[in-house]
């Protein structure tokens, strides 16, 4: 579907990724300059920024990627390539590396070359928390304007964060693996509208964890410019998943208008607003009245009352399971003989009492078409799949652990997206966010 508005201003884009990311020292990465606050200048210490973390960092994840497809051979250290391939990805960022001697020498005048580099750290109970790791406020990317069901999903799960909007799903994963933002909270499925498959292939694409889940029950509204009613209405604009969710009530409600969607719902809002349109009404939250002006036509316009959005959080490394609490973990997995194999993966599961939660399949975009060719009767042409499997169980608990050992026998690729605690907040359809 066409996205009905031009980008905000403000919103965090593809084009506002850092222009240079510096190699500070053999043992530390940094993003020095960054597009999105010309203005800001981010140093980055702790976990994840010195090799020694990178490293254990590197090895929960290696634990963490039971098997892969075969990948090219690592980048040399030290090299821009490396440095975007440690990340996961391949940037078109111009990375600028940068020995440390120089940056200190220049900023201090103190000789700190001389000093030997700092030991390892071990990982403390502190790094299993959502504190950011610089020292301020926990940097949050999610996707849409100000007022977005996403931003109170960020609040949600990360309260007291600074919420940084960004235009695209992907400019958010990018936002979190460029240093920019700390975490990113996505959503990937809706209890009425159903996945967001743009996410579940973003995740694969990139290599962000999965370190948390936050539910957040939707409670959308109608909205207009003042004064105007519902009748004078011909168009009513949101994103696909509000229009979705809304689709009986809308009908039942006499509007019969057409139906726009745009990139978020409080963006929206913010275009009724900004355009001053007075025959467009627009879904999104009551937060979204309020900060662009609107006014409450209609409240509760969701087809259930129960409507409930599943968002992710994600990081730059996992976090390390427990057993302590609650855990779900998510894995995708393919097999080169397609759907066959899928009972008997499921059945590792089944054996040991762990309780799957969601199932997914996404085309298989390396091999989206499998030939099957048999002499007498032709060529069968079967559809290639990636499997995405959520399951109630932490990859810190051995029948997990054997369960995926059991699933690697049948699969040609399998990845642990992250393990992590599941949402257990008390239910509350009602709320509106
Ligand atoms: O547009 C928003 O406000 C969003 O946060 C996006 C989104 C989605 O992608 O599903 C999130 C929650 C609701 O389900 C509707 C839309």
Redesign the pocket.
């Known amino acids: 579907m066409q996205a009905l508005l031009p980008p905000s201003s403000n919103h965090l884009k593809i084009s506002h990724v850092p222009t240079r990311i510096t190699r500070l020292a053999p043992t530390r990465l940094a993003v020095v300059k960054c597009a999105y606050r010309s203005d800001a200048v981010h140093f980055h210490n702790g976990i994840g920024s010195s090799r020694a973390d990178w490293q254990s960092s590197c090895a929960i994840l290696a634990s963490n990627v039971v098997s892969q497809q075969p990948q090219p051979p690592p980048d040399k250290p030290g090299t821009a390539d490396h440095v975007a391939s440690v990340n996961g990805h391949k940037t078109n960022v111009d990375l600028d590396l940068v020995p440390i001697e120089k940056l200190s020498s220049s900023s201090s005048g103190d000789d700190k070359s001389c000093s030997p580099p700092p030991p390892p750290r071990a990982l403390t109970i502190t790094d299993l928390s959502p504190a950011p790791m610089h020292g301020s406020q926990l940097r949050v990317a999610y ?2 304007v100000p007022g ?3 931003e109170a999903a960020a609040g949600k799960a990360y309260p007291k964060c600074e919420a940084i909007p960004c235009d695209q799903f992907e400019v958010a994963f990018q936002a979190v693996e460029l240093w920019i933002a700390d975490r990113a909270v996505l ?1 990937v499925e ?1 209890s009425l ?1 159903g996945s ?1 498959h743009r996410n579940y292939d973003l995740l694969l694409r990139h290599r962000l964890h999965i370190v948390g889940e936050v539910q957040l029950p ?1 409670h959308h509204c109608l909205l207009a410019l003042p004064g105007v009613r519902k009748e004078y209405l011909n168009r009513v604009i949101s ?1 696909p ?2 229009l979705a ?1 809304c689709e009986l009530t809308l009908t039942k409600l006499g509007l019969n208008v057409a139906r726009e969607a745009v990139d ?3 963006g929206a809002a913010e275009f009724v607003a900004a355009n001053n349109l007075r025959d467009t009404g627009a879904i999104a939250s009551a937060r979204a009245a309020e900060l662009y002006g609107l006014e409450i036509l209609e409240t509760g316009i969701q087809d259930d009352s129960s409507n409930v ?1 599943r968002f992710v959080m994600l990081a730059r490394e996992p976090i390390i399971p427990r057993t302590d609490r609650p855990f779900k973990t998510s894995i995708v997995f393919a097999h080169d003989k397609g759907t066959s194999v899928l009972f008997k993966v499921l059945s590792a599961f089944a054996f040991r009492n762990i309780s799957l939660t969601k199932i997914e399949s996404r085309p298989h975009r390396n091999r989206p078409i499998r030939l099957v060719s048999d002499s007498n009767e032709g060529t069968a042409k079967h559809f290639e799949y990636l499997f995405y499997v959520d399951f109630e169980a932490s990859m810190a608990e051995v029948r997990a652990q054997n369960a995926l050992a059991e699933v690697q026998e049948f699969t040609s690729f399998l990845r642990v997206l992250g393990s992590y605690p599941m949402d257990m907040t008390p239910w509350s359809p009602s709320r509106g966010d």
């Open positions: 996707q849409g977005a069901y996403s959503p809706n509208g967001i939707v994103h998943q509000a969710q978020d719902t409080a959005t």
